[in-house]
């Protein structure tokens, strides 16, 4: 335990040297990361982790996290059918890039799974957009569209999974 507080001014520095150089603090975090090394705790009689020093702060500062951001949501935003037809349009466009670019993907792995699982946007287009907002970068409108595919892209992602591993699945036991 004494490493991991020993750790934590790494973290502190790196997260300020990354305001300081006008980019979020999660780039700071990121790198913090990328420094705490599993290493540093052995499994011992104890049999700690860093995943499992960690999961209690992750524990109570996720659920934070996600409350804030929806807090930010103007949810009159969600039935502007402008906002609506942008969010569309732009999973559109992330669908088509993502299978674009499983096209580089090696022959005999399936391209469909590959652009399916890089689909999602997650947490961190969150922090960035809640940062935009903060910033005054985003309107309302924005936001929300950002939202909207954030969570239309996280929660498709799955179901196209699962269509794409089955339709390789039911190929394969035709060949056979």
Do not use: C, H
């Not at 807090?71 to 906002?83: K, M, N």
């Not at 037809?85 to 590959?114: C, F, Q």
């Not at 935009?132 to 799955?158: C, D, E, H, W, Y």
């Amino acid at each position: 335990m004494a490493r991991l507080v020993g750790q934590i001014y790494p973290v502190i520095i790196l997260a300020w040297l990354a305001d300081q150089f006008g980019l979020a603090t999660i780039i700071g975090a990121f790198a913090a990361g990328l420094i705490i090394k599993e290493d540093y705790f052995p499994q011992g009689r104890q049999g700690r982790t860093v995943g499992s020093i960690m999961a209690p702060i992750q524990a109570l500062f996720a659920p934070i996290f996600f409350v804030l951001i929806g807090l930010r949501v103007d949810i009159t935003t969600f039935a502007d059918l402008q906002v609506i037809l942008m969010s569309l349009v732009l999973v559109g466009i992330i669908l088509i890039s993502k299978l674009a670019s499983a096209l580089a993907v090696k022959k005999g792995y399936n391209r469909l799974v590959v652009a399916a699982g890089m689909l999602p946007r997650g947490e961190v287009s969150l922090i960035f957009a809640s940062l935009g907002k903060t910033l005054g970068l985003l309107n309302n409108s924005l936001f929300a569209v950002i939202i909207i595919v954030m969570l239309l892209t996280t929660f498709i992602t799955p179901l196209l999974l699962k269509w794409t591993i089955e339709r390789q699945e039911l190929s394969e036991s035709v060949r056979v």
